[in-house]
């Protein structure tokens, strides 16, 4: 759920060299990803793209990837009851730029969102946008803390997604029982919009009538 830490200085493959499926070496964009033996590669295992830093993601624990899912389950409840036909997954790849490709925990896309995503996908002339990683800001983006790897999601992911426009990050805990959902500001910055711990109920105000229950989210 967040970023492994790099055990050796990354080093970038020699010119004459063909390239090494391997993580921390440098010099990685999502481009690469088009070449199906990487892609093969990629495909076994978790990884992001990390400033050009092939990263390998550790194991999640089930507390966390838990409270994730609840909370989308409570997510796509809210989208059918209202017939908003909000689309949800969990491990969803995201093309910041070339050099920052992010693997969240949960994505929600609206449907125009995914009319958004449909023609970027159109534009890069791909002929199939149903495997195509996420190239536009969906409006919702969530991120489960591993402990040991907070900072990548409470500051890296935080500031990458604001850069990128997303509208809503939410940022859960399961070992502190906590629930921030950030914001993104007129001036491009994120604010707190709703927080919670422990049994709390918080209505965040990007979804009129949602009333999150923690409880739900810890003990579901």
């Known amino acids: 759920m967040t970023t492994g830490i790099v055990s050796s200085t990354p080093k970038p493959a020699a010119p004459d060299e063909p390239r090494r499926f391997e993580p921390g070496t440098l010099g990685w964009t999502a481009a690469d990803l088009d070449d199906p033996a990487i892609e093969r590669e990629w495909l076994k295992g978790s990884y ?8 390998k993601i550790p194991p999640a624990y089930f507390a966390g990837g838990n409270a994730a899912f609840n909370l989308m389950v409570l997510l796509k409840a809210y989208s059918t009851a209202r017939g908003l036909d909000y689309r ?19 994505v929600l896309l609206t449907p125009e969102d995914q009319r958004r995503q449909d ?8 002929p199939d946008p149903k495997r195509t990683r996420i190239l536009v800001p969906p409006t919702l983006i969530i991120e489960s803390v591993s402990p ?11 500031t990458w997604y604001a850069e990128f426009g997303v509208p809503n990050y939410w940022i859960v ?8 959902c950030l ?19 918080i209505n965040p105000t990007a979804f009129p009538g949602l009333m999150i229950n923690l409880r739900e989210l810890w003990n579901g």
């Open 119 to 126: 023609e970027a996908v159109r534009l890069t002339g791909r």
């Open 183 to 201: 914001r993104l500001d007129a001036a491009g910055n994120y604010v707190t919009d709703a927080h919670g711990t422990g049994d709390d109920v």
């Open 148 to 158: 040991g790897h907070e900072l990548h999601d409470v500051q890296t992911k935080r």
């Open 88 to 106: 949800l997954a969990p491990e969803g790849e995201i093309v910041i730029d070339p050099v920052r490709l992010p693997r969240a925990d949960a």
């Open 48 to 55: 992001e793209i990390v400033e050009g830093v092939l990263t």
């Open 173 to 180: 805990d399961a070992y502190r029982q906590t629930l921030e």
